[in-house]
DNA sequence: CTTTTTGCAAATGATTTGCATTAAC
DNA sequence: GTTAATGCAAATCATTTGCAAAAAG
């Protein structure tokens, strides 16, 4: 549904959109595939100013919105305030954390088709399906009585 | 892995709680069973109003947090800028427009047994668990190119 | 050269907080 | 009476926008 692209084929991909291949959007993918997991702007932020200095907040949050149409990352889908991008590209699901906000990831095999074709024949255009779990991780569990 | 709520019962889970039932949140806990989809805090607060005169927003908030800690409404999972909470509590899925943000109800069975069961044994107390669907909708496909 | 991208500063908009007042119990 | 809940105004914080300067093609 979405493969991790190679920093030539994200050049490849910008270039055919007519985009332009800066250090900036190149550093950010980098980043990307180096955390490999969850990640917000700021982080995002964090890591690349120190291979390349002076990038803005507003160049990452457009980078990021940039990737996710050519489907270099995808927003994880959870409850919570601040949106999380996933650099993992390969279908997996997710576990969200009501008390502290923590977004994991869970592996397991889920037939979703259903839900798939159910969407597609409402005319829907599906690119993406995920599980999303809501609840209690471990630690919160421990650390409140509830 | 939550049933709906009465009126009385809410009234007995608030007392349970040390929690003080007011008209505000047995109106809004109302409004939420009128509403029974998707409702943002402002769009709670219009139909609150009409019952009740002078709500503020942020005791909309506050009761929506309340009411999602007592399962009364859940945080729908799908990336977005704005918290949408839904009334409905059995269980169903979500389809997640990414132009034009736009949430709506999917049901088809799908057997999410293997992630919750994967997620518990890791240790994580799963409450709710859903599957939510990234793509186009029929209306914003017909609108633009791609 | 032309047009996109960037960085910065300022704006936006949802959500939260502080605090005095009001209402449950 | 005590203590929690409310309303209001102000604060916070992620995300976006406007625009001039820099850089890609």
Redesign the pocket.
Request: with cysteine; charged share 20%; proline share 5%.
């Given at each position: 549904m979405a493969g991790r692209l190679s920093s030539d084929d994200l050049a490849d991909a910008?270039?055919l959109n007519?985009?332009?291949?800066?250090?900036?959007?190149l550093v950010i993918h980098r980043v990307l595939g180096e955390i490999g997991g969850h990640a917000?702007?700021?982080q995002v932020l964090e890591r690349v100013e120190a291979l390349l200095p002076?990038?803005?907040?507003?160049?990452v949050?457009?980078?990021l919105?940039l990737f996710e149409r050519l489907g270099a990352v995808h927003r994880v889908s959870a409850p919570g305030?601040?949106?999380v991008y996933d650099t993992r590209t390969d279908p997996h699901h997710h576990v969200y954390c009501r008390v502290c906000g923590g977004v994991v990831d869970l592996d397991a095999p889920v037939d979703l088709s259903p839900a798939v074709d159910a969407a597609n024949e409402s005319g829907f255009g599906a690119e993406w399906v995920e599980v999303t779990l809501t609840g209690v991780c471990r630690s919160c569990a421990g650390a409140d009585a509830n």
């Amino acid at each position: 549904m979405a493969g991790r692209l190679s920093s030539d084929d994200l050049a490849d991909a910008l270039r055919l959109n007519g985009l332009r291949v800066t250090p900036q959007r190149l550093v950010i993918h980098r980043v990307l595939g180096e955390i490999g997991g969850h990640a917000t702007a700021d982080q995002v932020l964090e890591r690349v100013e120190a291979l390349l200095p002076n990038v803005s907040l507003p160049t990452v949050y457009a980078t990021l919105a940039l990737f996710e149409r050519l489907g270099a990352v995808h927003r994880v889908s959870a409850p919570g305030d601040r949106a999380v991008y996933d650099t993992r590209t390969d279908p997996h699901h997710h576990v969200y954390c009501r008390v502290c906000g923590g977004v994991v990831d869970l592996d397991a095999p889920v037939d979703l088709s259903p839900a798939v074709d159910a969407a597609n024949e409402s005319g829907f255009g599906a690119e993406w399906v995920e599980v999303t779990l809501t609840g209690v991780c471990r630690s919160c569990a421990g650390a409140d009585a509830n």
